[in-house]
């Protein structure tokens, strides 16, 4: 027996001698369309009947019947498994990307993970970049490799963007030098690009090149790979730009609250957006320092997270009087008046001058820290009386003293427990709203933002490490914010007054003696940078989808 292959002996069964004069072939099917058969050597035809050949001629036809099934078994088999396996890796790629894709619900942190998939996976890219669409166009969020200058808008501006766009389906380019839609000019070290849209429904959120050096770097399965990423890409970059427009949507609320609060008194307009700035220019400060705070580091959501809580630190006073939160002196100009005129009264009465006593009261009115003998003299006040048709009055009614009477301030003992409750009043406010996990102790940091080192603080009098350090951050730049800017009782401080003071609240152990100093060190750096913060800002670069329908 034999077996020949395109007419070359493969191999023979027994001895095969030159002097062999015929042979009995038949042809065997096969999938690669060989010229394969098997046969007989015959010594001496001659000797072989016509029927004894049909019968050799018919166990051939058999055999390679046989042969043949086999073949074609095994071919399938080994199809079969190769599509098992283009499956397998397809579902671990699929599975691979949803896990790294869906990781965040942040924009650049999913360009960021297709970014890396593109580079750290088998695709043979040495370079690739990543556009998203502004209301201009295209432009690059995201690259990786080494480009020549003004390769991305070379990319974007020829027909095959266009095409692949208005299709929404992927192409390769083995020789970007064959195909006109590449346009002319790109550097000899583009060769070969895969084009990939990345799609959600109906809408293109943007478009993936992958580039090579090489000719015919890219082939089928590259651009199924590039395929099953773009798919799963463009669900995610979609929740992104959902999660953030719901985001925006909280800010702008959560800040026109903030806004509204503050519009109540047009001394603090503004008041609590300064302080979200300066809060987080000054955590950022904190994560970059060494020696005592060398272990802390604020990530973005927890920046965020400080940020708010500048944002809303306040919220509580929206349940707190007019009068109480902006009162400006000790009694209201009516019940000053109203003291005049008794004093008026009562020296005419008695003939004695009136005026001084008047102005001395005025002046005591006003004033945040009256002296001891300015005390005693409203004391003395508020012991005459006199009387008028028969009735008693005096000279200062018993409300009236307890607020001329107040040590430090202008507000009454009570005044003043109805101003610390808003603490307490903002978490209860705050707590109805569904903030998102990663604003978890939110409600904590601002409860927290009057607290003092040493238990004087307010609402609970907590001290030490019961106080989140972002509540003692928060605590340093309200305090700064509140004595640098005018109020309706005081002029503004000057800066280098306002740090004295927060050093000798850290001094007497109420602040954080190494965040002041800190504060104090970097306050140039700290209030440069809070006016770039941009964190109550979205973060996408673009604030429009782009349809297919405006595409084709």
């Keep these: 027996m034999c077996v020949y292959i395109d007419a070359q002996l493969l191999f023979s069964f027994g001895p095969h001698s030159e002097k062999v004069s015929a042979q009995i072939l038949v042809p065997v099917k096969n999938p690669s369309d060989e ?74 942190d999913v360009i960021r993970a297709l970014s890396n998939e593109c580079r750290n996976s088998s695709l043979p890219a040495e370079m690739g970049v990543i556009y998203l669409p502004e209301e201009g166009g295209f432009s690059v969020f995201d690259s990786f490799g080494f480009f020549e200058e003004g390769l991305f808008k070379l990319l974007v501006k020829n027909s095959l963007f266009e095409d692949v766009i208005s299709s929404l389906r992927g192409e390769i380019i083995n020789d970007v030098t064959q195909d006109s839609r590449c346009g002319y000019g790109l550097p000899e070290n583009v060769r070969s690009l895969l084009i990939m849209p990345i799609p959600s429904p109906s809408v293109c959120e943007g478009v993936l090149i992958l580039l090579s050096p090489c000719v015919n770097a890219f082939n089928a399965a590259h651009l199924k790979h590039v395929s099953t990423l773009a798919s799963v890409a463009g669900i995610s970059i979609s929740n992104a730009y959902n999660f953030e427009s719901i985001r925006v949507l909280m800010d702008a609320l959560l800040k026109a609250l903030a806004e509204a609060i503050d519009a109540r008194d047009p001394f603090t307009a503004g008041h609590s957006d300064r302080v979200a700035h300066l809060a987080v220019s000054f955590a950022s400060q904190v994560s970059m320092s060494n020696g005592p705070f060398a272990g802390v580091t604020f990530s973005d959501e927890q920046l965020r997270e400080i940020f708010y809580s500048g944002i809303l630190h306040d919220i509580g006073k929206i349940g707190i009087k007019e009068e109480v939160l902006t009162k400006k002196t000790r009694l209201p100009k009516s019940m000053l008046d109203v003291i005049g005129m008794r004093l008026k009264l009562f020296g005419i009465h008695h003939k004695q001058e009136w005026e001084e006593n008047y102005k001395r009261i005025k002046k005591i009115n006003i004033s945040l820290c009256p002296a001891q003998d300015d005390l005693e003299f409203v004391d003395h006040m508020s012991n ?26 202008n507000l009454t003992s009570e005044e003043r427990m109805e101003i610390e409750r808003h603490p307490e009043e903002s978490q209860r406010i705050l707590e109805h709203i569904p903030f998102q996990d990663d604003l978890s102790q939110l409600l904590t940091i601002i409860g927290q933002h009057h607290e003092r080192l040493d238990g004087s603080g307010y609402p609970r009098g907590i001290k030490g490490d019961e106080i989140l350090i972002q509540s003692r951050i928060l605590a340093i730049v309200d305090i700064y914010d509140a004595i640098t800017q005018e109020r309706h009782y005081k002029p503004a401080t000057p800066q280098s007054k306002a740090l004295e003071i927060l050093s000798w609240e850290a001094d007497e152990g109420k602040l954080d003696k190494d965040l002041v100093s800190l504060f104090i060190e970097n306050i140039s750096e700290i209030e440069s940078g809070a006016d770039s913060i941009d964190l109550d800002r979205p973060v996408s670069p673009r604030f429009c989808k782009i349809p297919r329908s405006n595409l084709n």
């Design 384 to 409: 005459l009386e006199f009387k008028v048709n028969g009735s008693t009055v005096h000279m200062i009614q018993p409300d009236e003293r307890k607020c001329l009477l107040v040590k430090k301030g």
């Design 35 to 108: 010229d394969m058969s098997i046969g007989v050597y015959v010594d001496e035809p001659d000797e072989i009947s016509a029927a004894e050949a049909e019968r050799f001629k018919a166990v051939l036809e058999m055999l390679a019947f046989s042969i043949s099934n086999y073949i074609e078994s095994e071919s399938a088999r080994k199809r079969i498994g190769e599509e098992t396996l283009a499956k397998y890796r397809e579902l671990a790629l699929l599975h691979r990307s949803i896990v790294e894709l869906n990781n965040s619900l942040r924009l650049k």
